[in-house]
């Protein structure tokens, strides 16, 4: 099963992705995080993906679609994925086809979690994440049972740098003039469903599943 999950910022793709790795045992692949993974090591790549990503801006598209291309040819690909946070733009759109041409596999879905751009600054904002397992939480609408400490692990909570209104505005800006067309791209292609993601975390779920097994 090869999907993609798209929608804005703080839509809850990496909360998603999280259950249908569960679910289907395919590796999940966010080009977010594997930025911030070169950001904490202090790669090149992770100095100049920085200033982008604290502005929340988008990191060019060679560096990402090169990125991208190297994690799909890994073995553990071959199952399946969940790309998560890529492609961002039609540049992008288009290099995934010529990639997964090249490999010979096809994109099984392409979910879109819809919630309004006025519940996305709230989420992002909330947001807490495990600096240990990665969890994600919201304080609000997924707290952790003890303040600041992970249920899973026990880990200590972090807030991500670009997770306040301000770079929330420029993201969502982004989002709206480069990715927003993708909808249109992919409805084209006949593989598009969109999930209704102002439901509860466990709804949305729920939703995506049964478009997957149907
Ligand atoms: P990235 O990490 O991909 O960030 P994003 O797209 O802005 O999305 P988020 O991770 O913020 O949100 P999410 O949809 O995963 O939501 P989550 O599940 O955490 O990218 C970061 C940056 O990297 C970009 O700005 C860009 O600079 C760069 N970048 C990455 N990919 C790139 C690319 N392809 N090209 C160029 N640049 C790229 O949920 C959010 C919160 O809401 C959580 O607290 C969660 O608990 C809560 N929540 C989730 N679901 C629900 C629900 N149903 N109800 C209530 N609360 C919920
Ligand atoms: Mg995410
Ligand atoms: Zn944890």
Redesign the pocket.
């Known amino acids: 099963m090869q999907l993609l999950l798209m929608?804005?910022?703080?839509?809850?793709?990496?909360?998603?992705a999280a259950e249908l790795v569960k679910k289907f045992d395919i590796p999940h692949i966010?080009?977010?995080?594997m930025?911030?993974a070169a950001v904490k090591e202090g790669t090149e790549l992770g100095k100049q993906?920085k200033v982008?990503?604290d502005a929340?801006?988008?990191?060019?598209?060679e560096i990402?679609i090169g990125i991208v291309k190297e994690r799909l040819t890994k073995d553990d690909c071959k199952k399946g994925f969940i790309l998560?946070?890529?492609?961002?733009?039609v540049e992008?759109a288009d290099a995934l086809s010529k990639i997964l041409e090249e490999l010979g596999i096809k994109l099984t879905r392409v979910l879109n979690?819809h919630v309004p751009a006025e519940d996305l600054i709230e989420?992002?904002v909330?947001?807490?994440i495990c600096k240990k397992c990665g969890a994600?939480?919201?304080v609000k609408?997924?707290p952790t049972q003890k303040d600041g400490i992970c249920d899973n692990c026990g880990g200590d909570l972090y807030q991500?740098g670009?997770?306040n209104a301000e770079t929330m505005g420029n993201?969502l800006a982004?989002y709206e003039k480069s990715t927003r067309p993708l909808i249109e791209y992919y409805q084209k292609v006949g593989i598009y469903t969109e999930i209704d993601?102002?439901?509860?975390?466990d709804k949305?779920t729920e939703e995506l599943i049964s478009v997957l097994v149907k």
Do not use: E, W
């Not at 929608?7 to 998603?16: E, L, N, S």
């Not at 929340?56 to 598209?61: A, R």
């Not at 993601?197 to 975390?201: A, D, M, S, T």
């Open positions: 929608g804005p910022p703080g839509a809850g793709k990496g909360t998603q966010s080009t977010g995080d930025l911030r993906a982008v990503m929340g801006g988008l990191v060019s598209d990402i998560d946070g890529f492609p961002r733009t992008q979690i989420r992002a909330g947001r807490r994600t939480y919201h609408f997924n991500r670009d997770d993201r982004a993601g102002r439901k509860p975390i949305v």
